[in-house]
């Protein structure tokens, strides 16, 4: 699964909850107010990511401090895994399974 489907996905399954999409605005992190659906939902999409990716974006300069945040950094650190394959000549980054182990992100 790409990490573009992973985000489609979360959010259609965030709708068919009923649960409130966050619209916290992208303001420096200090600033922040997370309210506490959107802490379930950073964690929730926290979990459904290849724990590689998810301690690379803890470990990074700045952690996102919204799920907004954190989708675009997925999809960052996806895009550059998939620059990376190419530059190295393996044609086929993208995985063959939905499953943890054969995930990019």
């Given at each position: 699964?790409?990490?573009?489907?992973?985000?489609?996905?979360?959010?259609?399954?965030?709708?068919?909850?009923?649960?409130?999409?966050?619209?916290?605005?992208?303001?420096?992190?200090?600033?922040?107010?997370?309210?506490?659906?959107?802490?379930?939902?950073?964690?929730?999409?926290?979990?459904?990511?290849?724990?590689?990716?998810?301690?690379?974006?803890?470990?990074?300069?700045?952690?996102?401090?919204?799920?907004?945040?954190?989708?675009a950094k997925t999809v960052t650190l996806d895009n550059n895994?998939?620059?990376?394959?190419m530059m190295r000549g393996d044609h086929n980054s993208r995985?063959?399974?939905?499953?943890?182990?054969g995930q990019s992100y």
């Open positions: 699964m790409l990490v573009e489907e992973l985000n489609t996905e979360f959010r259609l399954l965030v709708g068919r909850a009923e649960l409130t999409w966050p619209t916290t605005a992208v303001i420096p992190a200090a600033n922040i107010v997370i309210g506490s659906n959107e802490t379930l939902l950073i964690d929730t999409y926290r979990r459904a990511l290849n724990p590689k990716t998810c301690t690379r974006i803890l470990m990074g300069e700045m952690t996102p401090r919204s799920l907004a945040g954190w989708m895994w998939r620059q990376t394959q995985p063959s399974k939905s499953s943890k182990n």
